[in-house]
């Protein structure tokens, strides 16, 4: 899934873009920035050499005098990404990188940055993410206690053991039952491969993991503003990464139990 979601589903196409050339004034442009655009491409004979930063010129008390020439930042591979990237690759970097300049072989096809997050491939992208994670922690499980399937019950809350021993009976019942932790939920999940101690961390850190994962993928999932402004696009990031390195850690605890 992840290798057909690229960054070219969610850019923004060059020829939709809006631009400014070296030779224009900065005082003309001000108008860009409370029309709500942080970053212009800087062209020059039909060829982006740069980007200006209108957030960080227009923050300022004073308006900067002076042509674009003076303030942009010249182009660098650092600000480029490759229109096959993933969309995580995006993700991952925000800290990093909170834009880049969307590059083929053709030349420049766009531009992505943080309100592309919000696109529906994002959302489709950041979703597999959890259910890798779910996954991951449904395998951890599963070999841990392959020897006595539903031994990690202990581990839940009164509530939740009955609930999910609920759903057990009522799979049995109907014929559709698949095994005893296919009915558990992504909370339920956290808190055993918690108190198991499979990952690193105090328990206050994977709580807090924990929690900010469960945020992320209750919002996903009722399509709110997950990632509406630019404090709430890095928290994304900063959960995409830490859900990686709980998978990776899942998997590299498996092979080692092994």
């Not at 196409?13 to 050339?21: D, G, V």
Request: charged share 20%.
């Amino acid at each position: 899934m992840q290798s057909g979601l690229t960054v070219s589903y969610i850019m923004t196409p060059r020829a939709n873009l809006i631009t400014c050339s070296p030779d224009d004034s900065i005082h003309s442009l001000k108008y860009v920035r409370e029309s709500g655009f942080s970053v212009l491409p800087v062209i020059m004979n039909e060829v982006v050499t740069g980007l200006l930063y209108t957030n960080q010129l227009f923050g300022e008390m004073n308006t900067p005098i002076g042509k674009v020439g003076d303030h942009f930042e010249p182009l660098t591979e650092d600000h480029l990404i490759g229109s096959n990237a993933h969309i995580l690759e995006f993700i991952r970097s925000l800290f990093e990188r909170p834009m880049r300049l969307v590059a083929s072989g053709s030349g420049i096809e766009g531009l992505v940055s943080l309100a592309d997050l919000q696109k529906l491939p994002a959302r489709t992208a950041l979703f597999s993410v959890v259910t890798g994670l779910e996954l991951a922690m449904a395998d951890r499980i599963g070999d841990a206690w392959k020897d006595c399937p539903n031994g990690w019950l202990s581990l839940l809350s009164d509530d939740r053991r009955e609930a999910v021993e609920k759903r057990i009976a009522q799979a049995k019942q109907r014929d559709t039952f698949v095994n005893e932790i296919a009915y558990t939920q992504l909370a339920d999940k956290a808190t055993i491969v918690r108190k198991s101690k499979f990952l690193r961390g105090s328990n206050r850190e994977l709580n807090n993991a924990f929690t900010a994962i469960g945020d992320l993928r209750n919002n996903l999932a009722h399509a709110n503003d997950y990632a509406a402004t630019e404090s709430a696009a890095y928290e994304v990031s900063n959960t995409v990464n830490v859900m990686l390195r709980i998978v990776r850690e899942l998997q590299t605890s498996t092979a080692s139990a092994n």
